[in-house]
C-alpha cells in the first residue's frame, strides 16, 4: 500500500532547539491518511522531539504545523487531543495511580460517553475488562501499553503517534501490539511509529523516515530502506 | 461519665474542624503536587475577614459565609496558583516548598499589617449562646455545626475525587501532567480548581477554629500543625485515613484537657513541667508519624537543580572576609550608638541565615528549625559556668552540633516535604516544651553573658559589631573550605543524585548527619554570641521561616548571598528607624520576595546578580553607582532632601539606573544624552518626593516609586544598546550539575577515565 489518502499531519520546515542546542534543522514530514509511517533513527536523532511537536507539547522555533490542513502551530496539546490526535509517549502512557476504569475515562469528553470507551477497549483487550478496578500502575508492562493504546483508539482518531511502544517488553508483546497497529491502520487512520529498533517495524510500516542529528536522511517507501540508508544514519558511515 | 461524654463531644468537634482543614490539604496536595504549607495561613485570612465583614460591618452570616467562602477565598486560590506557583510547575519539591512559605510569611505580615491586634470585638461563633443537648451534655452550634460540616465535605470530596470527570482530571493531572494533556485534559484549569477548592476548605476550617481560639494571628496559622498530622496520617493521598487522624488527635487533645484537671495527673515529669503537654500533642503526633513513614526511595539525577551556584574562589573569599572586617571596623566608627546596635542584629540574622548554606546550599536538605538551633545556643550558653568563657562557647558550639546531628539521625529517612515538617515539628516541640519551662528561660528571660576575650569588651556595641563581622568572616572562609573539600563535593553530590553518591560508595547517613551538625553548631554561633537578655520569642518556629526564606532567594549557595538575606532581614529594623512608615511594608518583604520565585524559579538575588554582574565588573560604573549611593547619604544628612526622598531616590538609582551604566558607558552621541536626561528627570522626582507626592498616602506613595523606577529603568533600556549577560553552562554528567568543568575533569582523572 503506497500513500494514497490526503495529508492528516503536516511538518512544514521545522527547527527546534532546547535552550541554545538546536536539535531539528528544517525538518519536513508528512503522514497521509491511513499510513503508517516509521520513523527511525538512532539515540539523539529527535525522532522523541519531532513528536513532541507534532502533538503541541513543544514549539518549534521555526515551521509550521498543520493536522488535516489546519495550521495549528502554537496550538495547546489539549486541542490537539480534541481533535482527534492522539499520543502515546514513550515509556507507559497510563496514570499508574489512577484505576483501568478511570483510565479510560480520562479520554471521554462531549460525544463520547465513557461507557462506548470502556467497550471498544474492552472488545479489543479482553484483558482490561478483568482489571478494570484495578490501579494501572500493578499491571504488567505489556497491559499498560494495551490500556494506552485503548484508550487512544477508543476516542477515534485521525491520527496515532507511538514513541518507542517496544521499550522494555517481551518480543511476542510487542508483535502482539503491532498486530493492533496494522488493524488500526486498516480502519483508516494514519499511525506514526517511533523506534529505534528498525525491523521491528519496518515489517507494518507503508512509508519510512530515517532521521539522524536533527536532519531528515531519507525519505519514501517503507522497502526502500536498505542497510546502506541505516548503517549511514545509525554509525555515521558512508 | 457524664464527663467522659462531653469531653468525647469536644474531642470529636475539634476533629471535625482538624478534618476539615486537613481535608483542603490533602485536596490541594493530591490535585496540584504541591503542600501548601500556607494552608493555615488562608484559614487565618478568612477568619480575619470573616470577623471584618460580619462583626465589624454587621453583615449576615449567610452573606458573610458566601462572601468569604465562596468569593474571597477561592479568588485568593486562584491568585496563588496563577501568580505564585504557575512558573514552578517544572521546579523541585523544595523549591515549591519554599513558595508556599513564603506566602504563609506574606500572609501572616498582610494580616498583622490590616489588623493590628488591639482594640478587637470578639469572634463569635454560629448561633452563639444556643446549646444542644447531646447525650446530656450542652454543645454550643459551632461545634455541631463543625460536624456536620465535616461529614458533608468528606462524602463531597469521596464523590468529587473518584466520581467526576473533573476530579478524575484533577488525579491524572498529578500523575502525568502531559500525558493528561495529550488526553485533552486542561492541567491549568484543573489546577486553578483545586487551588480554589481548599483555599475555600482552608477558609471554612478557618472560620470555625476563630471562634473556638478567638482571632490571633500566629496560633490560627500554626494550629495547621494539626491538619498536617492528620494529613500525612492519611499519608498525603487517603481521605478516609485523613479523617481518621484528625478525630484521633481531637480526641486525644480531649482527654488530655480532662486529665490535666484530674488529681492523679503529674504536673512534672523528670522535673518538667508537662503544662504545654496538650498544645504539643498534635506536634507529637507528627513527629511519630513522619518517624513511622517508610524510607524514601533514593531518587536518580534529580537535576532540576535551580540554583548552580559557583565554586568560591579563595582569592574572592579573602578578599570578602577582609572587606567585610574592615567595613565594619569603619562603618561602626561613624555610626551612632543605636544604629551599631542595628547592625548586630543584622549580623546575627547573618549568622543564621549562613547556617543554611551547607545544609541546604549544598547538601540540599531543607530545615525549618535554624533559629531553634540558635535558640539552644543561646540558653546553653546561658547556664553554662565561666561567664562568657571562650572555653564554654567552644562547648556550646560542640554540644549544639550533636544535639543537630541527633535530631538529625531519625529524620534522615524523610526527603522533601517529610523532611522540612519534621524539623518544622522539631521547632514547635522545642518551643512548646522545653523553651516554655521555668527552668530553662526563667520568668521568660535568658541572660547571655558576652564572650571574654582579653583587651575587648564585648558587652559594647562596637567592639561586639566588629567581632560579629569578624565571626562571620571565619564561619566564611570556613565555609569555602568545607565547599571545596572532598566532604563539600559529597554534599553536592547528594543533592544532585542520592542514587550516583550512594553507588559510588558514599554514607548518604553520615553525609546527611554532617550537614546537620555543621548547621546546627553556625546557627548556635547566631545564639550563644547574641549577648544580652534574650526571650524564647526570639527562637519560634514561624520567625525561622524568614530565615529560610531570604537564604534560599538570595542564593543558599553563597556565602555572599547568605550575608546579602541577613542584611535584608535586620534591615527591616533598620529601614524602619529612617523611614517609620516603611516598616509595614518590610513586614510583608520576605514573603514577597520569596513569591518572585513563581516568576523566577531561579530565585531573585541571580535575577539581580545578572543584572548587576556586568557593573561590578565595570570599575568605572561600580565607582558612579556607589558615588551615587554616597551622594545621596550625605544630601540626606545635611537636609537638602527628605527620608522618602531618599528612600525613593536610593530605589530609583539602585534599581533602575545602576545596572543600566555599563550600557551607557558605551552608548554614544544623542541616545546617551537622551539616557541621561530620563535618569535625571527620575532622580529628580525621587529626590523631591515629599514635596510632589504631599498629600498622598504611604500605599500611594510606595506605587508610585515602583511605578518611578519600572519607567525609568525600561525608558532607559529602550534606549541604549544592552550588554548581554555572560552566561556559562557546565557539562552535565549523570545528572550532577553542581559541579564545574574543572571539578568534573579532576573526578575524571581520579577514576582514570581520562589520562
Not at chain 2, 547571655?448 to 564561619?475: H, T
Request: glycine share 10%; with cysteine.
Amino acid at each position: 500500500m503506497s500513500a494514497i489518502g490526503e495529508p492528516i499531519l503536516e511538518l512544514k520546515n521545522i527547527s527546534a532547539s532546547y535552550d541554545a542546542i538546536s536539535v531539528l534543522h528544517d525538518v519536513n514530514i508528512t503522514v497521509r491518511r491511513g499510513e503508517v509511517m516509521a520513523l527511525l533513527g538512532p539515540n539523539g536523532a529527535g525522532k522523541s522531539t519531532v513528536l513532541k511537536i507534532a502533538s503541541a507539547l513543544m514549539r518549534p522555533t521555526q515551521g509550521s504545523v498543520h493536522i488535516a490542513g489546519h495550521d495549528l502551530t502554537g496550538a495547546a496539546a489539549s486541542e490537539l487531543a480534541r481533535l482527534g490526535v492522539c499520543t502515546i509517549p514513550e515509556g507507559r502512557g497510563i496514570f499508574p495511580n489512577l484505576t483501568v476504569r478511570e483510565n479510560l475515562e480520562m479520554a471521554a469528553r462531549k460525544g463520547l460517553a465513557v461507557s462506548v470507551i470502556q467497550e471498544r477497549a474492552f472488545a479489543r483487550f479482553p484483558i482490561l475488562a478483568e482489571r478494570r478496578t484495578q490501579l494501572a500502575g500493578t499491571l504488567s508492562g505489556g497491559q499498560q501499553q494495551m490500556l494506552s493504546l485503548a484508550r487512544g483508539l477508543a476516542t477515534d482518531p485521525v491520527l496515532l503517534m507511538l514513541d518507542e511502544m517496544s521499550m522494555g517488553l517481551a518480543p511476542i508483546v510487542v508483535a502482539d501490539l503491532y498486530e493492533q497497529v496494522q488493524a488500526i491502520a486498516a480502519e483508516g487512520v494514519s499511525v506514526l511509529v517511533i523506534e529505534q529498533f528498525a525491523r521491528t517495524v519496518l515489517g507494518i510500516a507503508d512509508t519510512a523516515v530515517v532521521m539522524s542529528h536533527g536532519h531528515v536522511r531519507f525519505s519514501g517507501n517503507a522497502s526502500d530502506v536498505d542497510e546502506a540508508t541505516l548503517s549511514s544514519a545509525y554509525l555515521g558511515t558512508k | 461519665m457524664q464527663q467522659l461524654v462531653a469531653y468525647t463531644v469536644i474531642g470529636l468537634t475539634t476533629g471535625a474542624i482538624y478534618a476539615l482543614a486537613s481535608s483542603g490539604l490533602v485536596v490541594t496536595y493530591v490535585t496540584s503536587g504541591v503542600f501548601n504549607i500556607a494552608h493555615g495561613a488562608i484559614g487565618m485570612i478568612a477568619a480575619f475577614s470573616y470577623w471584618q465583614v460580619r462583626f465589624e460591618w454587621g453583615w449576615s452570616a449567610p452573606i458573610a459565609l458566601i462572601a468569604i467562602l465562596g468569593v474571597l477565598c477561592p479568588t485568593l486560590g486562584l491568585v496563588i496558583d496563577r501568580v505564585a506557583l504557575r512558573g514552578l510547575a517544572q521546579a523541585t519539591e523544595v523549591t515549591r516548598l519554599t513558595a508556599t512559605v513564603a506566602l504563609m510569611a506574606a500572609f501572616i505580615g498582610i494580616a498583622t499589617w490590616i489588623w493590628p491586634p488591639e482594640n478587637r470585638q470578639p469572634f463569635r461563633g454560629f448561633f452563639d449562646g444556643n446549646n444542644v443537648s447531646v447525650l446530656g451534655v450542652n454543645v454550643g452550634w459551632n461545634k455541631i455545626i463543625a460536624l456536620i460540616a465535616a461529614v458533608v465535605v468528606a462524602g463531597g470530596l469521596r464523590i468529587l475525587l473518584y466520581k467526576t470527570r473533573l476530579g478524575i482530571q484533577m488525579r491524572a493531572v498529578v500523575d502525568d501532567r502531559s500525558l493528561a494533556e495529550l488526553n485533552g485534559a486542561r492541567p491549568a484549569r484543573i489546577a486553578s480548581a483545586s487551588w480554589a477548592l481548599g483555599a475555600s476548605l482552608a477558609g471554612l476550617a478557618g472560620i470555625l477554629l476563630a471562634a473556638e481560639v478567638q482571632l490571633n494571628v500566629v496560633p490560627l496559622t500554626l494550629l495547621v500543625i494539626n491538619a498536617y498530622a492528620a494529613a500525612i496520617f492519611g499519608r498525603l493521598k487517603s481521605l478516609p485515613l485523613t479523617f481518621l487522624g484528625a478525630m484521633a488527635l481531637g480526641l486525644t487533645e480531649a482527654y488530655l484537657l480532662w486529665g490535666q484537671g484530674q488529681s492523679w495527673f503529674p504536673e512534672t515529669i523528670g522535673g518538667f513541667s508537662t503544662s504545654g503537654l496538650r498544645q504539643a500533642t498534635p506536634t507529637i503526633f507528627l513527629f511519630l508519624l513522619l518517624m513511622l513513614l517508610p524510607q524514601a526511595k533514593l531518587r536518580a539525577g534529580a537535576a532540576r537543580v535551580r540554583e548552580r551556584s559557583a565554586i568560591p574562589q579563595w582569592n574572592t573569599a579573602i578578599l570578602g572576609a577582609a572587606v567585610l572586617v574592615i567595613g565594619s571596623i569603619a562603618v561602626t566608627g561613624m555610626m551612632t550608638r543605636s544604629n551599631t546596635i542595628y547592625l548586630i542584629q543584622a549580623l546575627i540574622m547573618a549568622l543564621a541565615v549562613v547556617s543554611l548554606v551547607p545544609l541546604t546550599g549544598y547538601a540540599g536538605l531543607v530545615s525549618l528549625a535554624p533559629l531553634t538551633f540558635a535558640g539552644i545556643g543561646a540558653v546553653l550558653m546561658s547556664k553554662m559556668p565561666g561567664d562568657g568563657n571562650v572555653v564554654s562557647l567552644i562547648a556550646v558550639v560542640v554540644v549544639v552540633a550533636l544535639i543537630g546531628a541527633v535530631v538529625a539521625l531519625p529524620a534522615l529517612r524523610l526527603e522533601g516535604i517529610y523532611l522540612a515538617l519534621a524539623t518544622g515539628a522539631f521547632a514547635l516541640l522545642v518551643s512548646i516544651l522545653v523553651f516554655n519551662q521555668g527552668k530553662i528561660f526563667s520568668n521568660g528571660v535568658a541572660e547571655v553573658p558576652p564572650l571574654r576575650i582579653p583587651g575587648v569588651d564585648l558587652s559594647q556595641p562596637r567592639p561586639k559589631a566588629i567581632f560579629l563581622s569578624v565571626a562571620f568572616a571565619v564561619v566564611g572562609l570556613l565555609l569555602v573550605a568545607l565547599r571545596r573539600s572532598s566532604l563539600g563535593r559529597q554534599f553536592v553530590a547528594m543533592k544532585d543524585s542520592p542514587l550516583a553518591g550512594a553507588t559510588l560508595g558514599m554514607n548518604l547517613v553520615r553525609t546527611k548527619a554532617l550537614a546537620f551538625a555543621m548547621s546546627a553548631a553556625i546557627a548556635s554561633l547566631a545564639g550563644a554570641l547574641d549577648a544580652g537578655k534574650v526571650a524564647p520569642d526570639n527562637y519560634t518556629f514561624d520567625r525561622s521561616l524568614p530565615i529560610l526564606l531570604l537564604a534560599i532567594v538570595s542564593g543558599v549557595g553563597s556565602i555572599g548571598g547568605a550575608f546579602f538575606g541577613g542584611m535584608l532581614l535586620g534591615s527591616n529594623t533598620v529601614l524602619a528607624s529612617i523611614v517609620p512608615s516603611v516598616s509595614k511594608i518590610t513586614q510583608v518583604m520576605p514573603g514577597l520576595i520569596g513569591l518572585s520565585m513563581g516568576r523566577n524559579p531561579n530565585g531573585t538575588a541571580s535575577q539581580i546578580a545578572t543584572g548587576f554582574r556586568p557593573v561590578t565588573s565595570h570599575p568605572q560604573s561600580l565607582l558612579t553607582a556607589l558615588s551615587g549611593i554616597g551622594a545621596l547619604w550625605l544630601l540626606t544628612s545635611v537636609d537638602i532632601i527628605s527620608h522618602w526622598g531618599f528612600f525613593a531616590a536610593l530605589v530609583i538609582w539602585g534599581l533602575g539606573i545602576v545596572p543600566n551604566l555599563p550600557a551607557l558607558a558605551v552608548t554614544s552621541g544623542r541616545s546617551r544624552v537622551f539616557c541621561l536626561l530620563i535618569a535625571a528627570v527620575g532622580m529628580g522626582i525621587a529626590a523631591f518626593f515629599d514635596d510632589i507626592f504631599d498629600a498622598v498616602p504611604t500605599g500611594g506613595r510606595l506605587l508610585a516609586i515602583i511605578v518611578l523606577f519600572v519607567v525609568v529603568g525600561n525608558a532607559i533600556r529602550r534606549v541604549h544598546t544592552p550588554v548581554a549577560p555572560t552566561s556559562k553552562s557546565s557539562p552535565d554528567l549523570m545528572g550532577l550539575t553542581g559541579f564545574t568543568p574543572e571539578e568534573l575533569s579532576q573526578s575524571d582523572r581520579a577514576i582514570k577515565v581520562v589520562p
